[in-house]
């Protein structure tokens, strides 16, 4: 199939593409403060470990996999800039069925579980846009994390901003998270962002235009 696209990918390839991506990190563990948001936080209660964040045709021909971890730079230049010329001319369209996978390095132990945590918490109550929606929000706040910019992000998809604040102080999803990076060790992830295309990696960077070459072999 064939499509029309490569003014939208010229404009997608304008950020900087890293090959290797993120490979490690540190930080620490912190109490997090809820700012200007006046939370009652208590830990969450059975929450939805089975729950896969997902755009697109359930049935499509091709199944995208992308593994991210939300302290790594990588995995927000590649969600803010080159994600959205992908899903606009191929998740949209029906011929992708697209998933997020967690992968926590972690570039930053004080926030990778955390707001991993909070993404899948929205998603879990307000449904995969709501996640997609968030976790662009959320890159947008990196380097600068905090209860409050979690907060923020949730309420401006709609979200309880508590919730998602509390699913982040007590790293709700962190099971969930860390299963996901088992499957991506078992399937050579060593670096975020890790992109598969029906099983097969994306070897060379994550720019749309690199992205929709593999999507394009395969439909």
Known sequence: MEHTRRSLLAAGATAGVGVAGCLGGGGG?????TGAYDCDLSEPGDPDLDYRPTLGNPDADVTVRVFEDFTCGHCASYTLNHFPTIREEYVD???????HWDFPIPVNETWAIPVASAARGVGVRNGDEAFFEFAGTAYES???YSGEAI?????DVGADPCAAIADAQFSAYE???????SEGESMGVG??????VNGSPVEEGYGAETIASAI????
């Open 29 to 33: 563990s912190n109490q997090i403060d």
């Open 93 to 99: 369209s029906g011929d992708v069925h697209y998933q």
């Open 142 to 144: 990196q380097g600068n």
């Open 151 to 155: 907060g923020a992000a949730a309420e």
């Open 175 to 181: 099971q969930a998270s860390q299963s996901d990076k």
């Open 191 to 196: 670096g975020t962002p890790a992109i598969f």
């Open 216 to 219: 394009d072999a395969e439909l």
